[in-house]
Nanobody, 129 residues
Framework: QVQLVESGGGLVQAGGSLRLSCAAS????????MGWFRQAPGKEREFVAG??????????SYADSVRGRFTISRDNAKNTVYLQMSSLNPDDTAVYYC????????????????????WGQGTQVTVSS
């Protein structure tokens, strides 16, 4: 089992920035990909960003709506994945979830929720106009 704990959410004004963290614990040696999803009230959960690694190779993917504004990164030593969010707007308001997978993630698989094996509880991000 892998446990995921998100943090860093909060209230921010439009144009501001936040950094979300997702700390992994447990059988982390079996983890090869992590992703961030978000879900706004009344909407389906949607892919935001993902990162996958194997050996010395790393690959990332972003939703079109956040590309150029959000950056996903990973700190191996801390078993933590980050989502740096900039130029936030009210449409970014949602609960943000971290997810982990036990396999390398192909680019076309990042946005598929069923490809992930573990999920965190989520952290609320609210962007005021």
């Amino acid at each position: 089992q892998v446990q995921l704990v998100e943090s860093g959410g909060g209230l921010v004004q439009a144009g501001g920035s936040l950094r979300l963290s997702c700390a992994a614990s447990g059988r982390i040696f079996s983890t090869y990909a992590m992703g961030w999803f978000r879900q706004a009230p009344g909407k389906e959960r949607e892919f935001v960003a993902g990162i996958t690694w194997s050996g010395g190779s790393t690959s990332t993917s972003y939703a079109d709506s956040v590309r150029g504004r959000f950056t996903i990164s990973r700190d191996n030593a801390k078993n933590t994945v980050y989502l740096q969010m900039s130029s936030l707007n009210p449409d970014d308001t949602a609960v943000y979830y971290c997810a982990a997978a036990n396999a390398w993630m192909a680019q076309w698989d990042f946005r598929r929720t069923w490809k992930y094996d573990y999920w965190g509880q989520g952290t609320q991000v609210t962007v005021s106009s």
